[in-house]
């Protein structure tokens, strides 16, 4: 399953706020220093709101597709991202391992942690009773073995 397909469609409201964040964000990856980048942003935010009460909706999809095709041409050629982000210096750096890896461990270690191990063997003998209940009874009725 791709996680980067739009589950709904965007209004144009959205899509303007959108657009403004990205180009706030390719000025941050520009301009280093903090009073070149606020004067820059400060202007982005004068040409936005020049064009906020524009009714007809159809100069408005046009100037929000200009925008679009503006923030490409002048994106920068190595944008910032955060660190956890995608893309990011420090992204997916600690791996959490998964619950299965604690049934491996050596009977001297869970010896450590006695309550935490015998609540999660408890757990687990719950979590099977209801998944038996659940779904035994469903390969039962098709004709399963």
């Known amino acids: 399953m791709c996680?980067?397909?739009?589950?709904?469609?965007?209004?144009?409201?959205?899509?303007?706020?959108?657009l403004y964040k990205?180009?706030?964000?390719n000025l941050e990856?520009?301009?280093d220093r903090r009073h070149i980048y606020r004067y820059q942003a400060v202007l982005?935010?004068?040409?936005?709101?020049?064009?906020?009460?524009?009714?007809?909706?159809?100069?408005?999809q046009?100037?929000?597709?200009?925008?679009?095709?503006e923030l490409f041409e002048k994106r920068h050629y190595q944008p910032k991202k955060f660190q956890y982000s995608p893309g990011g210096a420090a992204f997916e750096r600690e791996v959490i391992p998964p619950d299965w890896v604690l049934?491996?461990?050596?009977p001297l270690e869970k010896s450590q942690y006695p309550e935490y191990?015998?609540?999660?063997e408890q757990?687990?003998?719950?979590?099977?009773e209801v998944w038996k209940k659940r779904y035994q009874d469903t390969e039962n009725e098709s004709g399963g073995s």
């Open 3 to 18: 996680s980067s397909l739009p589950f709904a469609v965007l209004t144009h409201k959205q899509q303007v706020c959108s």
């Open 22 to 25: 990205r180009a706030l964000r």
């Open 29 to 31: 990856a520009w301009y």
């Open 44 to 60: 982005l935010r004068k040409r936005f709101d020049d064009s906020r009460c524009i009714k007809d909706l159809r100069k408005a």
């Open 62 to 69: 046009d100037l929000l597709k200009c925008g679009e095709r």
């Open 103 to 106: 049934d491996f461990w050596h």
């Open 117 to 120: 191990f015998d609540r999660r």
């Open 123 to 128: 757990r687990k003998k719950e979590y099977t």
